[in-house]
C-alpha cells in the first residue's frame, strides 16, 4: 500500500496558474497508473488525468493542465494554467491500475488539497 499526500493547494485568481504535487511514499509498479481526481462539492470525485502504463488528460482541461512524475523523489505533480473558478475543487492524487478513469480502479489516495480560484 503507498501513502500519498498532496501539497501546494491554494487560492489563484482566474487565469492564473498553481501546481500542486503528491509525494508517494511506497514503491510503485511498473504496470500500475498514478492519477489526479478533483471533487466539486456535492459532486462524485471525477478523474482530472492519469500517467503510467496509460496516460489519459480529462477533456474539460486539457491544453490547460499537464501531469508529470519525478521518479527520483517520487513526486507526481499537476501544472494548472488559465484556471478558472470552475476548476475550484478538491483535488487528490491517486494510485492504482490502469484500467478505468473511475475512482473505484485506484486503491491508494491521499488527504487531498484544496484549490481556490477567485473571478
Known amino acids: 500500500q503507498l501513502e500519498l499526500v498532496e501539497s501546494g493547494g491554494g487560492s489563484v485568481q482566474a487565469g492564473g496558474s498553481l501546481n500542486i504535487s503528491c509525494k508517494i511514499s511506497g514503491k510503485i509498479t511498473n504496470s500500475g497508473c498514478l492519477a489526479w481526481f478533483r471533487q466539486f462539492p456535492g459532486k462524485a470525485r471525477e478523474m482530472v488525468g492519469m500517467?503510467?502504463?496509460?496516460?489519459h488528460i480529462a477533456e474539460s482541461v486539457r491544453g490547460r493542465f499537464s501531469i508529470s512524475r519525478d521518479p527520483a523523489d517520487n513526486v507526481l505533480n499537476l501544472r494548472m494554467t488559465r484556471l478558472s473558478p470552475e476548476d475550484t475543487a478538491m483535488y487528490y492524487c491517486?494510485?492504482?491500475?490502469?484500467?478505468?478513469?473511475?475512482?473505484?480502479?485506484?486503491?491508494?489516495w491521499g488527504q487531498g488539497t484544496q484549490v481556490t480560484v477567485s473571478s
Open positions: 500517467i503510467g502504463g496509460i496516460a
Open positions: 491517486a494510485a492504482g491500475g490502469c484500467t478505468t478513469i473511475s475512482p473505484e480502479g485506484f486503491r491508494d
